[in-house]
């Protein structure tokens, strides 16, 4: 079973440095290799830059340059990307959720316990 889980990437979009070096431990614990990202237009270019494949997306809303939902859409339409499960973890309320679900696999909202998180960013996997 173990090979199974080797090699899942996550990447993480948060402009809030102290969450993203928190989650970052999290899932570290949880065997997953890391790659960071302080917004949306980062996260892109490092992705289209990248052999390397992203197994999930952690992605904040609200950031400055690109947010998370822009983050999302562009994913979704690039064929190179559009299976990779995105989830959205955010502290701004999403009024019209049934639109964002077009874009992410799943929608949680900070603050959320670390549990959470991880169980949800498996189970979209």
Same mark, same amino acid.
């Given at each position: 079973?173990?090979g199974?889980?080797r090699?899942?990437?996550?990447?993480?979009?948060?402009?809030?440095?102290?969450?993203?070096?928190?989650?970052?431990?999290?899932?570290?614990?949880e065997?997953?290799?890391?790659?960071?990202a302080?917004?949306g237009?980062e996260?892109?270019?490092?992705?289209?830059g990248s052999?390397?494949?992203?197994?999930?997306?952690?992605?904040?809303?609200r950031?400055?340059i690109m947010?998370? $939902?822009?983050? %999302? +859409?562009? =994913? !979704? /339409?690039?064929? @190179?990307?559009?299976?990779?499960?995105?989830? $959205?973890?955010? %502290? +701004?309320? =999403? !009024? /019209?959720?049934? @639109?964002?679900?077009?874009?992410?696999?799943?929608l949680?909202?900070?603050p959320c =316990?670390?549990?959470?998180v991880?169980?949800t960013?498996?189970a979209?996997?």
């Open positions: 079973m173990d199974l889980f090699g899942r990437t996550i990447l993480l979009v948060e402009d809030n440095v102290d969450v993203r070096t928190i989650f970052s431990e999290v899932f570290k614990n065997g997953y290799r890391v790659l960071e302080t917004n237009r996260a892109y270019d490092l992705m289209m052999d390397d494949s992203v197994n999930v997306v952690l992605t904040d809303l950031m400055p947010d998370g $939902l822009e983050l %999302a +859409t562009l =994913l !979704k /339409n690039n064929q @190179r990307f559009s299976s990779i499960p995105i989830v $959205l973890l955010s %502290a +701004t309320p =999403l !009024k /019209n959720s049934w @639109r964002a679900l077009k874009v992410f696999d799943a949680l909202v900070k =316990l670390f549990d959470e991880v169980s960013v498996k979209v996997q």
